[in-house]
């Protein structure tokens, strides 16, 4: 998934320079039942993000699993299309997630697919072997752009090769 983060606080405070950035993750998504209700959340396998600071402050502070690595994105608008671009840089190769969709956004359904991937309020890490670090994320409920073309170019394994190695 590729995101364009703006105005990003920290328990509640701006820190400059590091409110706005692109990211880059590679999640799955999760219900957990807890004290009679279901928890939706994403857990994040890897994220790449273009500042060291946000990888140090991630990394040491909550567990996760940030890297920096060369980043940039171009997002358009044009007649009745947007396009989004995010690209980052491995090995000297940059790698693309592409996507045009149609101008206007649109409601997302409930109990869709699309509802399940964008409606989660938690973000789980794992920290150790045996431990899960879970966290709560606030976002105003999000809508979507229907998709028309997806010209987006990944070198799986070049971007996650530690990630995918397996005992």
């Known amino acids: ?51 060291h600071t946000i ?9 996760e699993h940030y ?6 994105h171009v997002l358009k ?7 989004f671009i995010y690209q980052w840089k491995v090995k000297n190769k940059w790698n693309t ?6 101008k206007k956004p649109i409601a997302i359904a409930p109990d869709s697919e699309a509802e399940f991937i964008t409606e989660h ?11 899960t670090f879970e966290y709560e994320v606030t976002h105003p409920r999000w809508q979507q752009f229907e998709v028309t073309k997806n010209e987006s170019v990944i070198d799986f394994e070049g971007v996650y090769e530690k990630e995918l190695l397996t005992d």
Not at 4 to 14: A, W
Not at 121 to 131: D, V
């Open 67 to 72: 890297r920096t690595l060369p980043m940039k």
């Open 97 to 102: 997630i592409q996507v045009t969709t149609q």
């Open 77 to 83: 608008v044009n007649g009745n299309s947007r396009e």
């Open 1 to 51: 998934m590729g995101f364009l983060f703006e105005n990003v606080r920290v328990l509640g405070m701006k820190i400059p320079f590091l409110s706005d950035f692109e990211e880059v993750n590679l999640r799955f998504y999760v219900k957990r039942f807890e004290n009679g209700v279901w928890k939706r959340g994403a857990v994040f396998i890897s994220k790449i993000v273009p500042k």
């Open 55 to 63: 990888t140090l402050v991630a990394n040491t502070f909550y567990n």
């Open 121 to 131: 309020y938690f973000g789980y890490t794992k920290i150790n072997e045996n431990a």
